[in-house]
């Protein structure tokens, strides 16, 4: 008998029938002989919608009690999902992070799981239930609840599976797999079969909204089996794993949502750098691609997430006053598949397509896995379609 992991998005639950489509999946896979261990995300946009009225009450809500408020969004899925299979005849009990043993580190909003222990998992188990367990959340040796951050439920699915040692990790959402690209921008978009780990925490590391960078990351330190795939249909999904084959692209990333910045300052320190970059994190707000362009005055750039502008327009007011600034909305487009470090005729074709189109480049890095190219202006979705009709077998 085998066991097996099922991670639900929260478009897979986000009402009732939708909830009753994935009981069905859920008892496929009980009536083939599996131990079924389910992680369930928040239904719909009840997170988003929970974070919207905490602000409504406070600017900056406390980071413990914002906690407290997020971590229900999934105890209602479980539990409406347990309701359902046990009326249905199928044995099942939902079970919070902490009831399920997820321990994590003290850090609210982005804690990270320390271990897990699966006593209570294993005992439910053996009495045949199917366990439905709360994604995206755990319990800090302090007894507080904390979350994981933003596509945490993927990494508490992933973490149970390597916990229980289970033979698969399903996650299943509205899509039935990873693609070359963007589906919802391009139409010939090819669904790919297979991915080694690092390719697919280069993707997730770039922007593609398919697995979160930290579900990734523990996959292929435990070795867990993942197949995405859709709640909605029985398609074949795309398998992750660590073969590492060497290949040509295999999928293109374009990343809208960044803002190049660039700040200036006459004077200069040596220690200057070092207090923007502790006062930027101190603000939550994490600088990527920092450069330091020169040596006589202070001239650095970085980008940030698009969520990050309005707090870091605040801080220009406030602690960061003493710089020029300039800030644009930019691309960054990458394009993933083992062994673009030796393929040189990938790069020549890229910056064909980038010249045609006239796109200035900001800066370029080339890695075993990876060719990222980010851009000094957003770049339109038709370069996206050229790269992908040119570069994608």
Known sequence: METIVLKFGGSSVADNIKLNIVANKIIDFYHKKNKVIVVVSAQGKTTDNLIKEAKELSYQPDKREMDMLLSTGEQV???????L????????????????GIYTSEENEEAKIEYINTERIQKELAENKIVIIAGFQGISDKKDITTLGRGG????????AAAMKADHCYIFSDVDGVYSTDPNKITDAKKIEELSYTEMLDLSNEGAKVLHNRCVEIAEKYNVLIETGSTFNNNI?????????????KSIVKNDNLFLITLKQDNYNANMLNKLYITLMENDIIPMHLVNNSISSFYVSFTIKA???????????KELALFSSAFTNISRISLVGYGIVNNKDIMKNTLQILNMNSIQIHSIELEECKLSIMTKEKVNDKVLEQLHHELIQ
Do not use: C, H, M, P
């Open 307 to 317: 969520s990050d502008l309005g707090k870091f327009q605040e801080l220009l007011e």
């Open 153 to 160: 439920s993927d990494t508490t699915a992933v973490a149970i």
């Open 237 to 249: 999904g795309t398998k992750i794993n660590n073969k590492l084959e060497e290949s040509t692209v």
């Open 85 to 100: 299979l046990n009326r249905l005849g199928y044995k099942a009990i939902s079970l919070t992070g902490w009831q399920a």
């Open 77 to 83: 899925s479980v539990s409406k999902l347990a309701i």
